[in-house]
């Protein structure tokens, strides 16, 4: 599987964006997903997850509940993070990531767990 993030870019606070993750190559079908970010030096984030290959619950971390929204087009094999009201403190890189249906949903929300990431792309919010 490679994952490809787009949407990134610069916005101001209280500003919104989209940001896509797309999948290619072997089968998605049997893979959850998530949004993690990061900023340099230190460790991952999670964000968001959807899982999408079972009921559809998603999951969000307290930071960026009720602000964000996570969803997926599976005909398309992509996922979505719309971000809206966003903070100076949300400044990151972004990356998606897949994970196997395997390991349940408990995994859902630690970075160790996912099986395939992508590069990244950054989000800049200025105050």
């Known amino acids: 599987v490679q994952l490809a993030e787009s949407g990134g870019g610069l916005v101001q606070a209280g500003g919104s964006l989209r940001l896509s993750c797309a999948a290619s190559?072997?089968?998605?079908?049997?893979?959850?997903m998530g949004w993690f970010r990061h900023t340099p030096g230190k460790e991952y984030e999670f964000v968001a997850a959807?899982?999408?290959?079972?009921?559809?619950?998603?999951y969000y971390s307290d930071s960026v509940a009720g602000r964000f929204t996570i969803s997926g087009d599976n005909a398309k094999d992509t996922v979505y993070l719309q971000m809206d009201s966003l903070k100076p403190e949300d400044t990151a890189i972004y990356s998606c990531?897949?994970?196997?249906?395997?390991?349940?949903?408990?995994?859902?929300?630690?970075?160790?767990?996912?099986?395939?990431w992508g590069q990244g792309t950054q989000v800049t919010v200025s105050s």
């Open positions: 990531a897949a994970i196997h249906v395997s390991k349940g949903y408990y995994a859902l929300r630690g970075y160790h767990g996912y099986d395939y």
């Open positions: 190559g072997r089968t998605f079908s049997g893979y959850n």
């Open positions: 959807l899982a999408w290959r079972g009921d559809g619950t998603t």
